[in-house]
């Protein structure tokens, strides 16, 4: 009975000693792992950079698992702009001893352009008149014809074309479903329209035939802009990301927009011209009727430039006029803009 007692004595014992053991290795693993998240969460990764996840001072850990963006890479993985780019990165790690799961770790970090964004200049050279009846959510220019698509609800989201210098249209088309229109733009002799939180996308002839209704993507959120890059549409959601898709709207990629100090978030109308996504910013620091309009590299979401249109507004006479919101670009490279029921359009000449 007291040899019995003694042994089960000692196996108690061990028993305290190894559970107390296994939580003190446990305690300085998480001390450790904390270490490593903080480090990467604070620096300001850029393109090119490498990230390693180090597991030789953790007790008992054999490997660890990393995944970013639900996408596994090696435990020290390079920031290349494709598999990894710019903007904000969700990471998984899962620490192992052999087969068993010991730990895991979820948490974010931010990569950045690695040049700062030019501050732009430019000249007004020549004014048209523009429909102060039209809420302007898309706009883009061909053959001498300006192409516009409106918003806001009860029968007011249309699709417009008119002559660059006049009012009236040519030709127009009213969406028959109560939506709240937003963006268009013209693939393969087809026009889309984006809507804001109706969850669908028209296509036109060029006719302004209705041909068929998209359910929109499940990558988009809201929405907001859309432009033609190549054979590819790129759409906007009032976030810093732009989203690409193919002519039956099957999902390719996401891009970020940031330059080398911070995101540009709140997307709104964008077009594509001579290599770069020019987008209007919606709001900045919570505001709305912001002016700004940023130029975009669309194969990595670097912002390459910054114009500040805040005079243009001033200079239209619609005192009930919103925020700028259409953006288009003539043959000669000269931007026309406009905005949400102005009654001009201006013609803008780069600085180069």
């Known amino acids: 009975m007291k040899k019995y007692v003694i042994v089960a004595s000692v196996c108690a014992t061990l028993g305290s000693s190894f559970i107390f053991s296994c939580k003190d290795n446990n305690a300085k693993?998480?001390?450790?792992?904390?270490?490593?998240?903080?480090?990467?969460?604070?620096?300001?990764y850029k393109i090119g950079d490498k990230i390693i996840i180090p597991i030789n001072d953790l007790e008992g850990v054999t490997k660890v698992v990393v995944s970013v963006d639900e996408r596994e890479v090696?435990?020290?993985?390079?920031?290349?702009?494709?598999?990894?780019?710019?903007?904000?990165?969700?990471?998984?790690?899962?620490?192992?001893?052999?087969?068993?799961?010991?730990?895991?770790?979820?948490?974010?970090?931010?990569?950045?352009?690695?040049?700062?964004a030019k501050q732009m200049t430019y000249e007004v050279v020549n004014t048209y008149p523009h429909n102060p009846d039209y809420f302007t959510q898309g706009f883009y220019f061909k053959n001498g014809n300006i192409f516009e698509?409106?918003?806001?609800?009860?029968?007011?989201?249309?699709?417009?074309?008119?002559?660059?210098?006049?009012?009236?249209?040519?030709?127009?088309?009213?969406?028959?479903?109560?939506?709240?229109?937003?963006?268009?733009?013209?693939?393969?002799?087809?026009?889309?329209q984006l809507t804001w939180q109706d969850r669908a996308i028209y296509k036109y002839d060029l006719n302004?035939?209705?041909?068929?209704?998209?359910?929109?993507?499940?990558?988009?959120?809201?929405?907001?802009?859309?432009?033609?890059v190549g054979n590819e549409l790129a759409i906007t959601e009032g976030t810093q990301r732009i989203h690409f898709f193919d002519a039956n709207l099957k999902y390719l990629r996401t891009i970020q927009a940031f330059?080398?100090?911070?995101?540009?978030?709140?997307?709104?109308?964008?077009?594509?011209?001579d290599g770069l996504i020019y987008a209007n910013v919606y709001l900045k620091s919570g505001h709305s009727n912001n002016d700004n309009i940023v130029a975009i590299d669309p194969a990595t979401g670097a912002v390459k430039g910054v114009f500040n249109f805040a005079e243009?507004?001033?200079?239209?006479?619609?005192?009930?006029?919103?925020?700028?919101?259409g953006i288009a670009f003539k043959d000669n490279g000269n931007m026309l803009l406009t905005g949400k029921n102005w009654d001009k359009i201006f013609e803008i000449k780069i600085n180069k």
């Open 29 to 44: 693993n998480n001390t450790a792992i904390t270490e490593i998240v903080s480090k990467i969460e604070q620096n300001k």
């Open 74 to 116: 090696p435990a020290d993985f390079t920031i290349d702009g494709k598999t990894v780019g710019l903007g904000n990165h969700t990471v998984n790690l899962k620490f192992y001893k052999g087969e068993e799961e010991t730990n895991s770790r979820d948490f974010t970090f931010v990569v950045y352009a690695s040049e700062p």
């Open 149 to 192: 698509g409106t918003g806001l609800r009860e029968g007011k989201t249309r699709l417009i074309e008119y002559k660059l210098g006049a009012t009236e249209p040519t030709k127009l088309y009213q969406i028959k479903d109560d939506v709240f229109g937003e963006g268009i733009t013209e693939l393969n002799g087809f026009i889309y």
């Open 208 to 228: 302004f035939n209705q041909i068929e209704k998209y359910d929109m993507p499940g990558q988009i959120i809201e929405g907001w802009g859309i432009t033609t």
């Open 259 to 273: 330059d080398n100090e911070q995101p540009y978030s709140y997307l709104n109308e964008i077009e594509f011209h």
């Open 312 to 325: 243009l507004k001033g200079k239209q006479g619609n005192p009930q006029a919103n925020e700028l919101n």
